[in-house]
C-alpha cells in the first residue's frame, strides 16, 4: 500500500502503479485532477481524503472582508506548479471574482526566492489583503511568507495551523485529522476491502484561528463576530 500527501505525490505514484491500493489524504479536488472517477466510486486502485468542501475561495474573502472592510481587492499568491492552483484559476476564482464583484490579482512562486518577488508584485498593486494558497512550497517557507505579509503589510489568510503562529487568520481543514482518518482506509484495505469500494471522504473538522497580536500589528480590529465563531485567539 502507498499513502500520499496532496497532489503532486499522488499524481506520481498514480503514473507509477495501477494495481497497488494507494490512499491519498488532502487533495483538492480528486475527480477534477482525474484520481478517481467520483467520490462515491472512486474506481481503480486510488481513494483517499479530499479537502474539496468548506475552503472555497468565497469562504476566505468573506472572512477577510470581516477584518478588513470594503476590501474590493485581494490579491492571490499561487504555485503555477500545483496542479490544484491551476485547477481552481481556471474555474472557482473567475467564478467567485464575478459573483462577489471583487478583483482578485494573481501573484506566483515556485521557489523560496520568488516568494520574496511575488509579495512585492503583490503589494505594488495594492490590494486590500491576500491569500495565501495551500502548498508545499507554502508551508516549508511558512516562517518566510508571514514575514513578507508582516514586511508589505497585508492581511493574509492562510489555510493551515502551522501560519496561525505570526499569521493573521488561518481558516482551513484540519489537516491533523485527515491523516488519522486515513488510517481507517488503510485497515480496510489491508483486510481485504478494495479502494474502489471505499467513497472518497470530505473534511469533517475545520479550523478558525485568529491572532489578534498580528491584526493590531496591522492596524486592525478583529470584530467581536468573528471572534465569537473563532476555534482559537491568539492574543
Same mark, same amino acid.
Given at each position: 500500500?502507498?499513502?500520499?500527501?496532496?497532489? =503532486?505525490?499522488?499524481?506520481?505514484?498514480?503514473?507509477?502503479?495501477?494495481?497497488?491500493?494507494?490512499?491519498?489524504?488532502?487533495?483538492?479536488?480528486?475527480?477534477?485532477?482525474?484520481?478517481?472517477?467520483?467520490?462515491? =466510486?472512486?474506481?481503480?486502485?486510488? %481513494?483517499?481524503?479530499?479537502?474539496?468542501?468548506?475552503?472555497? #475561495?468565497?469562504?476566505?474573502?468573506?472572512?477577510?472582508?470581516?477584518?478588513? !472592510?470594503?476590501?474590493?481587492?485581494?490579491?492571490?499568491?499561487?504555485?503555477?506548479?500545483?496542479?490544484?492552483?491551476?485547477?481552481?484559476?481556471?474555474?472557482?476564482?473567475?467564478? %467567485?471574482?464575478?459573483?462577489?464583484?471583487?478583483?482578485?490579482?494573481?501573484?506566483?512562486?515556485?521557489?523560496?526566492?520568488?516568494? /520574496?518577488?511575488?509579495?512585492?508584485?503583490?503589494?505594488?498593486?495594492?490590494? /486590500?489583503?491576500?491569500?495565501?494558497?495551500?502548498?508545499?512550497?507554502?508551508?516549508?517557507?511558512?516562517?518566510?511568507?508571514?514575514?513578507?505579509?508582516?514586511?508589505?503589510?497585508?492581511?493574509?489568510?492562510?489555510?493551515?495551523?502551522?501560519?496561525?503562529?505570526?499569521?493573521?487568520? #488561518?481558516?482551513?481543514?484540519?489537516?491533523?485529522?485527515?491523516?488519522? =482518518?486515513?488510517?481507517?482506509?488503510?485497515?480496510?484495505?489491508?483486510?481485504?476491502?478494495?479502494?474502489? /469500494?471505499?467513497?472518497?471522504?470530505?473534511? %469533517?473538522?475545520?479550523?478558525?484561528?485568529?491572532?489578534?497580536?498580528?491584526?493590531?500589528?496591522?492596524?486592525?480590529?478583529?470584530? !467581536?463576530?468573528?471572534?465569537?465563531?473563532?476555534?482559537?485567539?491568539?492574543?
Amino acid at each position: 500500500m502507498l499513502i500520499a500527501a496532496a497532489p =503532486r505525490a499522488t499524481a506520481a505514484l498514480k503514473s507509477a502503479t495501477a494495481t497497488v491500493p494507494i490512499v491519498f489524504v488532502a487533495v483538492f479536488d480528486p475527480v477534477g485532477l482525474g484520481f478517481v472517477q467520483s467520490l462515491p =466510486r472512486p474506481g481503480g486502485n486510488i %481513494t483517499g481524503l479530499a479537502t474539496s468542501a468548506g475552503v472555497a #475561495v468565497a469562504k476566505q474573502i468573506e472572512i477577510l472582508r470581516e477584518l478588513v !472592510p470594503g476590501a474590493s481587492k485581494i490579491a492571490i499568491l499561487v504555485n503555477p506548479g500545483n496542479p490544484m492552483h491551476m485547477l481552481m484559476l481556471a474555474e472557482e476564482v473567475p467564478r %467567485t471574482a464575478r459573483n462577489l464583484g471583487v478583483a482578485l490579482p494573481i501573484v506566483e512562486a515556485t521557489t523560496a526566492e520568488e516568494l /520574496d518577488t511575488a509579495f512585492a508584485s503583490a503589494a505594488a498593486q495594492h490590494p /486590500d489583503a491576500m491569500i495565501v494558497f495551500g502548498d508545499a512550497l507554502t508551508v516549508v517557507q511558512g516562517p518566510r511568507v508571514i514575514a513578507l505579509a508582516a514586511k508589505h503589510r497585508l492581511p493574509a489568510i492562510h489555510i493551515s495551523r502551522q501560519f496561525a503562529n505570526g499569521g493573521l487568520v #488561518v481558516y482551513g481543514p484540519d489537516i491533523a485529522d485527515l491523516f488519522r =482518518r486515513a488510517g481507517g482506509y488503510v485497515d480496510k484495505i489491508l483486510k481485504g476491502t478494495k479502494p474502489s /469500494d471505499l467513497p472518497v471522504e470530505q473534511p %469533517t473538522k475545520y479550523e478558525l484561528i485568529v491572532n489578534v497580536k498580528t491584526a493590531k500589528a496591522l492596524g486592525l480590529t478583529v470584530p !467581536p463576530s468573528l471572534l465569537v465563531r473563532a476555534d482559537e485567539v491568539i492574543e
